[in-house]
């Protein structure tokens, strides 16, 4: 009988390519990975890896190995869940990775509707992009990541996990007041010459703002890299920069800031699970209060949105209002 824990390191390496990468993953020494494999070995009764320069490739029979692996992990989830469902008890500990620009409108809402649908629940928030999500939550480490996709990069999920779409994020055109007539009559191309503040590379965001400038028909150029975003807008509040950001992330731009909404798809905000483990109960209910939340939001968007301090309402941007939903 195959070795589960050992079929999911071959799957990582797989995907991840370097042993020293696997152990980091899992917490543990390359020494114990490669132990591991030559264990998972003696069960398949043929070799799994090769040498290759430095580091190890996986042969035809590892390949096949390490695809096999997901279904048989949707299984044992499903299986798992099966067993937990049957007392009904929504209660412990669950891990909600989520990304940071969806801290404020997805997680701390979360947080404060288990606590009154179900106490017993015990949801810790850790803060993860979705490069940093999918892993952990592949690696048992999450249980759920709140995390976004690009439609129009055609990103294809992440193996192993099953999305549930929550709601849509327009992006944002963010630049100084004295720009905004410019873009009003030629669009994004009249910014060709300007600076732009981009998310660092790699990452999602940052192709994203390629991709609309290069669709006006100019490659940006990229003078600052702001990991938060928000904070970017500081940058073009000074007059020499411009960007493009989530609308979520737009709901306070400072003085000499214009937002602007593009048209066309953004990004959508998703919850992710381990495939097989949504009927787990603490992981249907914390997605039934997630898609209850956020379908009331789609209904009536103006309950959403962010508002100025002291309540004044949504923060408007010119072609309609800036606020998370």
């Known amino acids: 009988m195959l070795d589960v824990k050992r079929m999911v390191l071959l799957r990582d390496l797989a995907q991840h390519g370097r042993v020293t990468a696997v152990a ?35 042969t035809a029979a590892g390949s096949a190995l390490a695809a096999a692996c997901e279904p048989v992990l949707a ?23 989520c990304a940071p620009s969806a801290l404020a409108t997805v997680a701390a809402p979360l947080v404060a509707e288990l606590a009154v649908r179900h106490p017993g629940l015990r949801p810790r928030i850790v803060q993860a992009d979705p490069e940093e ?22 990103a294809p999920p992440a193996p192993g996990t099953t999305s549930v779409p929550l709601f ?8 100084p007041e004295a720009l905004a007539p410019a873009y009003e009559r030629d669009g994004l191309a009249a910014l060709r010459r300007s600076e732009w503040v981009s998310a660092p590379a790699p990452g999602s965001c940052r192709e994203m703002l390629l991709h609309a400038c290069r669709n006006a028909g100019f490659t940006p150029r990229i003078a600052h890299e702001c990991a938060d975003l928000r904070a970017g ?20 731009p400072p003085p000499g800031t214009v937002v602007r909404e593009l048209p066309g798809p953004g990004r959508t905000l998703q919850a992710l699970v381990r495939a097989g483990s949504e009927s787990r109960p603490a992981v249907a209910a914390t997605l039934a209060a997630l898609t209850a939340r956020h379908a009331l939001h789609a209904r009536d968007p103006r309950g959403a949105g962010p508002v100025r301090p002291g309540g004044r309402g949504p923060v408007t941007g010119g072609r309609g209002p800036v606020s998370g939903r």
């Open 133 to 154: 999500a999918v892993p952990l939550l592949r690696g048992r480490r999450l249980d759920l990541a709140v995390t976004y996709a690009y439609p129009l990069l055609g």
């Open 233 to 252: 807008l500081w940058i073009v509040a000074t007059g020499q920069a411009v960007s493009i950001l989530p609308k979520l992330l737009c709901d306070a």
């Open 75 to 97: 299984a044992l989830e499903r299986a798992e869940g099966a067993v937990r469902a049957l007392d009904a008890d929504v209660s412990g500990e669950l891990a909600v990775g």
């Open 24 to 58: 980091e993953l899992h917490g543990v020494t390359p020494s114990a990975v490669s132990q591991q494999l030559r264990a998972l070995e003696a069960e398949a009764g043929a070799a799994l890896v090769e040498r290759e320069g430095r580091g190890l490739r996986l």
């Open 168 to 175: 849509e994020d327009p992006l944002c055109l963010a630049l």
